[in-house]
């Protein structure tokens, strides 16, 4: 099978991170070494960042993303072993990469560092997926087209607005 290239966010605890980050990240690391994966790039998102809510008690969370290839079909087993990481992950968010964005991606996370090259790229995809010349029909890539001049729609929402007798 071959290997795919994912991303993984981990909301990590904070009181851990200050105390050792380098050994966070490298147990982190070998997690996933073990199950066959090669990490590619691994920065710190984010310190002691205030949650919405409480998570395991606490309040501050820190960020850590790693992007790394792997076998698709070992991915539940990391999945598993990264939930008994009791006190340590709070959570995580992994995602697969589209192919035909790995490139981009990878030059971007090697390059930018902290938040902004998330932002970068959430502007740069948007800029992409929206078309203003689709008239008719969806957009590319389920984008809806612009509305059509005159309303159009009046009608129907009279229609749907009345009681059936």
């Known amino acids: 099978m071959a290997n ?33 994966g090669h990490i590619e790039v691994s920065r710190p998102w984010d310190y002691n960042h205030k949650l919405a809510y409480p998570i395991n008690k606490q309040k501050k969370g820190s960020f850590h ?44 996370a090697r390059e930018d560092g902290g938040a902004a090259f998330a932002l970068r790229g959430m502007q740069d995809e948007a800029a992409v997926q929206t078309d203003p010349n689709a008239i008719g029909g969806e957009g590319e890539e389920g984008v809806p087209p612009p509305p059509r001049e005159g309303g159009g729609g009046g009608r129907r929402r009279r229609e749907m607005a009345e009681k059936p007798e």
Do not use: C, N
């Open 65 to 108: 993303i790693i992007y790394y290839t792997f076998e698709s079909t070992k991915q539940a087993e990391l999945e598993r072993d990264l939930a008994l990481q009791e006190g340590l992950v709070l959570r995580q968010l992994t995602s697969a990469i589209d192919p035909k964005w790995q490139e981009e991606i990878m030059r971007v």
């Open 4 to 36: 795919k290239l994912y991303e993984t966010l981990f909301l990590l605890d904070p009181t851990k991170v200050s105390a050792d980050a380098d050994g966070v990240k490298q147990q982190l690391h070998a997690l996933i070494e073990r199950h066959g």
